[in-house]
């Protein structure tokens, strides 16, 4: 199994920790952003969707309680996973963080793979589909583990970049990504690239999926982006 795709919020200010974290949830194929206060992670989770996100409950200005309680008005972000990291050990500290809308709690100093398994065991109950092997949308199936696509029964031939662009696009099925959106998310925020080049793979992914008779599943948003038809089915003309 692969948890290449889930899209993990780290907010932590002590440098050297957020390092460490992103470092190792990186190596296990997450896609990881840091940011260092809570108001920092509030512009990140208006921008961006997260499929989990790291806190800790001391930060400078906003605390991580108060950041979670935000997370947890907005119907946007309710049901995010938060993992919540603290020095306080205390049973009314993990009672409080809990009630606030924490999903687990874990002490520091704590072991890489203690929070390591807490983070895919997460993952597995809030978003399967995030973890999960092979995505199914209408008549394309991506295999992660085998790195193959396929649309009914022809394989679909794709570079790496198609296939994390095809990837990025089934777990966001039916939801207009602008090009800075499919940036971050195929690329990574640190890529010194421009639009174009999305408008250049997305081009590549198109002409790899459809044959004959299929619909284009990727439809251009005009002045937006572009958006991943879910449902595909083949053309009945």
Not at 142 to 147: E, T
Not at 165 to 184: H, P, S
Request: with cysteine.
């Amino acid at each position: 199994m692969t948890e290449s795709a889930a899209h993990i919020l780290v907010v932590e200010d002590e440098a050297a920790l957020a390092d460490l974290i992103r470092y190792n949830l990186a190596s296990q194929g997450f896609r990881v952003a840091v940011a260092p206060t809570g108001e920092e992670a509030e512009v990140l989770v208006d921008e961006e969707s997260f499929d989990l996100v790291v806190l800790d409950w001391m930060l400078p200005g906003m605390s991580g309680l108060e950041f979670c309680r935000r997370l947890r008005q907005r119907p946007p972000t309710r049901a995010i996973p938060v993992l919540m990291l603290t020095a306080r050990g205390e049973e009314a500290d993990r009672v409080r963080g809990l009630a606030t809308g924490a999903d687990d709690y874990v002490v520091k100093p704590f072991s890489v793979p203690e929070i390591m398994a807490r983070v895919k065991a997460l993952l597995r109950r809030a978003a399967p589909q995030r973890v999960a092997d092979t995505l199914q949308r209408g008549d394309i199936a991506l295999d992660r583990a085998a790195h193959r696509v396929t649309r009914r029964a022809r394989e679909v031939r794709l570079g790496p970049t198609e296939f994390k662009l095809l990837e990025f696009f089934m777990e966001n099925a039916g939801r207009v990504l602008t090009r800075q959106q499919l940036l971050d998310g195929v690329w990574g925020r640190d890529a010194f690239i421009d639009g174009r080049t999305v408008d250049v793979h997305v081009g590549r992914l198109r002409k790899a999926l459809i044959r004959g008779t299929d619909t284009d599943p990727i439809r251009t948003v005009r002045g937006a982006g572009y958006a991943f038809n879910g449902t595909t089915v083949r053309d009945s003309r």
